[in-house]
């Protein structure tokens, strides 16, 4: 790719975008109001508004290497205080996908430097769920439940956050955890029982 098309291709799309409505550009610049707040993993094969079919402004945007929400990590958590305090999003999605790296390279022993603390966080999923893992016998699908794991795991990162806590009381916002099949190009929600998950681990995490 010759990166100087990129700035021609920008050229033909504001010309796009203006032939079907002269005020795009102008409206954009009004300000933003998005209800989704999105987490993805910064794969470059996952382009988020592409596969869900949204437009600028509707959906805020976080993509990490392997859709991650570390407790400590400022980014996560500025954009989820950001987006879910802030802006006042009504739904939060972690989306993962199959054949990811990150969580391919998290399954390896292999030293990758400052990777290492990242793709930790990964393999404490893995420990959460070692009994649950260690039975498929399958590598492939093994990796793909990790994958989906993950997901459920950041996801319950996001309800221990107290931005969400909050909202979820006040405003009933909803988390959900979502895979991309990079196979065959569908979303899917993995229908998490987050009430159950809570049940269980908010007299941990709870805060008021
Ligand atoms: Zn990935």
Same mark, same amino acid.
């Given at each position: 790719?010759d990166? /100087?098309?990129? %700035?021609? *291709?920008n050229?033909?799309?504001?010309v796009?975008k203006?032939e079907?409505?002269? $005020?795009?550009?102008?409206? &954009? ?11 993805? +993993? /910064? $794969? !470059?094969?996952?382009? !988020?508004?592409?596969?869900?079919g ?5 959906? %805020? ?5 392997a859709?991650?929400?570390p407790?400590t $990590? &400022? /980014?996560?958590? /500025?954009?989820?205080?950001? #987006?879910?305090?802030h802006l006042?999003?009504?739904?939060v999605?972690?989306c993962g996908?199959?054949? +990811?790296?990150?969580?391919? #390279? #998290? ?7 400052l990777? *290492?603390?990242?793709?930790r *966080?990964?393999? @404490?999923v ?5 009994d649950?893992?260690n039975s498929?016998?399958n590598?492939?699908?093994?990796y793909?439940? &990790?994958v989906e794991?993950n997901?459920?795991?950041? +996801?319950v990162?996001?309800?221990k ?5 909050? #909202? %979820?009381?006040?405003? *009933?916002?909803?988390?959900?955890g ?7 190009g569908e979303?899917?929600d993995?229908?998490i @029982?987050?009430?159950?998950i &809570?049940? @269980?681990?908010m007299e ?5």
């Amino acid at each position: 790719m010759d990166i /100087s098309r990129i %700035f021609e *291709n920008n050229q033909k799309w504001i010309v796009k975008k203006l032939e079907v409505d002269k $005020d795009y550009f102008k409206n &954009l610049s009004e300000g933003q109001n998005p209800e989704i707040l999105y987490i993805g +993993c /910064s $794969d !470059s094969r996952v382009s !988020s508004e592409e596969l869900m079919g949204v437009q600028p402004g509707e959906v %805020f945007v976080h993509r990490n290497i392997a859709n991650m929400v570390p407790n400590t $990590d &400022l /980014s996560a958590m /500025s954009v989820i205080n950001y #987006a879910v305090t802030h802006l006042k999003v009504k739904h939060v999605v972690v989306c993962g996908h199959y054949y +990811c790296g990150g969580v391919k #390279a #998290a399954m390896q022993s292999e030293d990758l430097g400052l990777l *290492n603390p990242w793709l930790r *966080n990964i393999r @404490d999923v893995y420990r959460l769920h070692k009994d649950e893992l260690n039975s498929i016998q399958n590598e492939e699908e093994k990796y793909n439940r &990790l994958v989906e794991l993950n997901v459920q795991e950041q +996801c319950v990162n996001v309800l221990k956050t107290s931005d969400v806590q909050k #909202a %979820f009381r006040e405003r *009933n916002i909803t988390v959900h955890g979502w895979v991309w099949d990079i196979h065959s190009g569908e979303l899917i929600d993995l229908k998490i @029982d987050f009430d159950k998950i &809570l049940k @269980d681990i908010m007299e941990i995490y709870h805060l008021s």
